[in-house]
T-cell receptor, first 114, second 112 residues
Framework: GDSVTQMEGPVTLSEEAFLTINCTYT??????LFWYVQYPGEGLQLLLK?????DKGSNKGFEATYRKETTSFHLEKGSVQVSDSAVYFC?????????????FGQGTTLQVKP | NAGVTQTPKFQVLKTGQSMTLQCAQD?????MYWYRQDPGMGLRLIYY???????DKGEVPNGYNVSRLNKREFSLRLESAAPSQTSVYFC???????????FGNGTRLTVT
């Protein structure tokens, strides 16, 4: 079945460091790919998305490129801030980006220290 | 604009007790979802309602029932709680035609 695998956390970085969180997926068909972020005590919020191969999603300095050849959607940010500390979830939907039926990875906790 | 509102925020149950988790959205979204979040497992879909009057099972429906009361409200019921249902439960909704999925702030449930 369809699945999403993220790198194990927690990831601890110093402020202004470069961030990469790896995400790979297995899916039949042509999934849409998402990154959601969860701040402490809150629900998840969409960070960025890509709906087809080679698309790059970007938001708030974060980027991820849909790589069909490597079935990956790695999240990157050039310079993290303390306020980026959160749990990051990679997710996919199959068939349409317009559905709330998502398959999530296990989440990666990011802690940014001043 | 409140978005997706879940009640209660916290709940402790004894094994065998029942309870209903409430969810309401004020964004006029057609589709609503219940997910559970467990450590190391991400979020898994329990049930969803693609439109008012319809409900369908997700990945982990056993032990749960749902009711789409109207377009705004989608409740999740545990008839006989089990320790395996200790989790954080999230309700979410999405508009017809596009993302993002909007989440509530969750209900943290502990079953002893």
């Amino acid at each position: 079945g369809d699945s999403v695998t993220q790198m194990e956390g927690p990831v601890t970085l110093s402020e202004e460091a470069f961030l990469t969180i790896n995400c790979t997926y297995t899916a039949t068909g042509y999934p849409s790919l998402f990154w959601y972020v969860q701040y402490p005590g809150e629900g998840l919020q969409l960070l960025l998305k890509a709906t087809k191969a080679d698309d790059k999603g970007s938001n708030k300095g974060f980027e991820a490129t849909y790589r069909k050849e490597t079935t990956s959607f790695h999240l990157e940010k050039g310079s993290v801030q303390v306020s980026d500390s959160a749990v990051y979830f990679c997710a996919l939907s199959v068939g349409s980006s317009n559905t709330g039926k998502l398959i999530f990875g296990q989440g990666t906790t990011l802690q940014v220290k001043p | 604009n409140a978005g997706v509102t879940q009640t209660p925020k916290f709940q402790v149950l004894k094994t065998g007790q029942s309870m209903t988790l409430q969810c309401a959205q004020d964004m006029n979204h057609n589709s609503m979802y219940w997910y559970r979040q467990d450590p190391g497992m991400g979020l898994r879909l329990i049930y969803y309602s693609a439109s008012e009057g319809t409900t369908d099972k997700g990945e982990v429906p056993n032990g749960y029932n749902v009711s789409r009361l109207n377009k705004r409200e989608f409740s999740l019921r545990l008839e006989s709680a089990a320790p395996s249902q200790t989790s954080v439960y999230f309700c979410a909704s999405i508009r017809t035609g596009g993302s993002p999925l909007h989440f509530g702030n969750g209900t943290r449930l502990t079953v002893t």
